[in-house]
């Protein structure tokens, strides 16, 4: 055996030692306490029972945003739920959806605020009776645009109907943008 080979033959075998050792030995686990993301907030609400979605946009001006839930059961009946609205000026603003099932009812709530200044309002939405369910599955929606007077889907949900109907029932939620003359702040 050649000395190159040889070497190369004992990187090897260090490197094969180094780690069957590195699995073997403990791994350190660090207590969270100022990093907490989106993600394990919604982990954690999802443990409560509610869920949540947020959004951020920036305007120029003062503005209202009103809120609409769509709910559609598989067999084709519908119904729109006015959501309220919240008013605010212009600036970097963030708004989050919230959502409960619990037995047979669907409740919502709504929040803006400020991302400058912390200054916000929040709204309680529609209660909707709705078949008992079983769980939930978020579908995708693509990045939502906000134009004045036209509607835009923030979120769209599917519930599985608990048995024996083994059915679903969907909803929207939907934001409009309108204008806000009065530099309103607060409800709509």
Wanted: aromatic share 8%.
């Amino acid at each position: 055996m050649t000395r190159s080979r040889f070497l190369v033959l004992l990187i090897l075998i260090a490197s094969l030692n180094a780690n069957s050792s590195e699995s073997d030995s403990p791994i350190e686990l660090a207590e969270v306490h100022g990093d907490v993301t989106v993600q394990d907030l919604f982990n954690l609400s999802t443990f409560l029972g509610f869920h949540f979605k947020i959004f951020d946009y920036e305007t120029d001006g003062p503005h209202c945003v009103h809120f609409y839930v769509d709910a559609k059961l598989d067999i084709g009946e519908s119904s729109r739920h006015d959501g309220r609205g919240l008013c605010s000026l212009g600036g970097p603003q963030r708004l989050t959806v919230q959502w409960k099932v619990e037995a047979d009812l669907l409740e919502f709530r709504f929040l803006q605020f400020r991302r400058d200044i912390d200054q916000g309002s929040s709204v309680q939405g529609p209660r909707i009776q709705i078949p008992l369910s079983d769980g939930h599955s978020l579908k995708r929606v693509d990045s939502p645009l906000l134009q004045m007077g036209d509607p835009t889907i923030l979120l769209h949900v599917s519930l599985r109907i608990a048995a024996p109907e083994q059915r679903r029932m969907d909803f929207k939620v939907l934001v409009e943008l309108r204008p806000n003359p009065n530099q309103v702040i607060g409800t709509e």
